[in-house]
């Protein structure tokens, strides 16, 4: 048959060994969240797009100032009157201040007539050679690749903005630029334009004025590479950072998930191998010092791995139990068939046939008790349980016993001390099921005419309900008031017929109450002068207070 989802005809595929791996799944989901987190918050430190603005702004008004002073130097050096009325810069004077005021502040400028003509660019020396500043050659191929990287970066983050292209003219004119046509109409602006590879150009006009009157516009024009710079500083510290906090956090994390992983890989080996070995040498390893949820999983394995091996002794016992309470009745029964086939006497034959009757009830009454305890068990761990009026259920059962009393049987009295309603969680019919089988026996051991007592108190402040059932027949077997309770222990009164009980009636009523959150106990009743006067067995459960539930009328 195919194996379909890991199992096969319902049943679980065998799973290999379980192997200690470098990095086990926990390791690697702990070092992804933890460095993505980090990753994420280190990208988007990194971007810095405000502070790349903040530094073109504080740029552009340090320009804005520079521009100012050398319009304001321009006006009043640099220009001569031409006719009345009328006045013109001197080309040669421009030319020359021009170039001592911004050679030193690696900015380009350039000076536009009224009508927008180019009059002077400092990039030319003496108006004819063009000098450009050149960027320092890198250290290393290393360095030069990873500034590569870092401007095509750059680039790239400058292209998500929409930002105009800057474009050189041959032949320049004040109208190519909108900056400097605002400063020529009398006002002052600025732009910033992409030059290539991330880098901005940043550019600012101011008129230049005397008396009043636009004599021409002054336009100062710089790169961004010293401000890329400061940004790149302030990246390569975050990084350096981040280097270290990366170095950390891993280590921290491959610390962290090694307290996790290592621990729960050791458990699910130790729990591999004692599902898969025969014999108890192998044990679930004892972290429940780690005080912490590990260690509760190892407590919890390791108690639950002692209990399914009491477990299994119990059945291995009940089998063994079992096998030899048939096996009596079975010799029985066979030896009196085969006697009864070699016998011609009709008198022993009949009662050979008793004989014979006998152990088949025996046999049928040890079958059904046998069954009965064997699905206990699961029957228990199925059923639910609900609020329930015990003091009615015991006093309804007694009602039942004094109803079917014949003769002298022993009677029932019962008497519950307090008024108020006594409430238990349980199972009814497996409560019903212990105190019939109290009952029963308490009759049984009482001589005829005798009494069996019946008393419930509720102590509300220890939250827990005792019944006692007390006979006068001979009490319990001295020095054995708690083995009455194994498998198929029966010590059955003078003259009853042998086999009538097949020895689970206590055994079950036991594990009916530790189901329940309670407990059942034997002892014998004395006199003053220490005689035993009869037997007395005590029910202990869980008190709920009476207003607990719904409360559950008991079936009679």
Known sequence: AAAVNGTQKGRSLPRGPVHERLLSPITRRILAVNILALALLAGGILFLGEYRRGLIEAELDSMFTHAEMVAGALAEGAVAP?????????????????????????????LFGPDGTLLVDSRYIAGLVESEELTPPDDSAVTGAL????????????????IPRYEEYSIQHGSHYEESMAALEGDRAAMVRKLGSGVLLLS???????????????????????????????????????????????????YLAGTIARPLNRLAAAADLVRHGAHRQHRIPDLSRRRDEIGDLSSALSDMTEALWRRMDAIEQFAADVSHEIKNPLTSLRSAVETAARIDDPASREKLMEVIQQDVERLDRLISDI???????????????????????VAGLVDVNEATRRGDAPRITFRLEGDAPVMVEGIEGRLVQVFRNLFSNAASFSPPGGEVSVCMVADRKAKVVK??????????????????????????????????????????SRQIMETHGGDITGENRRDADGAVTGARFTVRLPLLPPSAGKRKKPDK
């Open 82 to 110: 031409q006719t009345p009325g009328t006045q013109s810069f001197v080309r040669e004077s421009a030319r020359q201040m021009l170039h001592r005021m911004v050679e030193t502040s690696h900015s380009r400028a350039r």
């Open 147 to 162: 500034s590569g990287v870092y401007s095509g970066t750059l680039a790239w983050l400058s292209g998500k903005e929409a």
């Open 204 to 254: 600012v006009a101011v008129p230049v004025q005397r008396y009043k009157v636009v004599l021409g516009a002054v336009m100062l024009s710089k790169d961004s590479r010293e401000i890329d710079a400061a940004v790149l500083d302030v990246r390569i510290d975050i990084l350096k950072v981040f280097a270290v906090t990366l170095t950390v956090t891993f280590m921290l994390s491959v």
């Open 371 to 393: 069954s009965d305890a064997s699905r206990l068990d699961s029957e228990l761990s199925r059923a639910e349980t609900a609020p329930l009026e015990i003091s009615a259920l």
């Open 467 to 508: 019944i006692t059932v007390d006979d006068n027949g001979p009490g319990l077997p001295e020095s054995r008031e708690d083995r009455i309770f194994d498998r198929f222990y029966s010590e059955r009164p003078t003259g009853e017929a042998f086999g009538k009980h097949s020895g689970l009636g206590l055994s079950i």
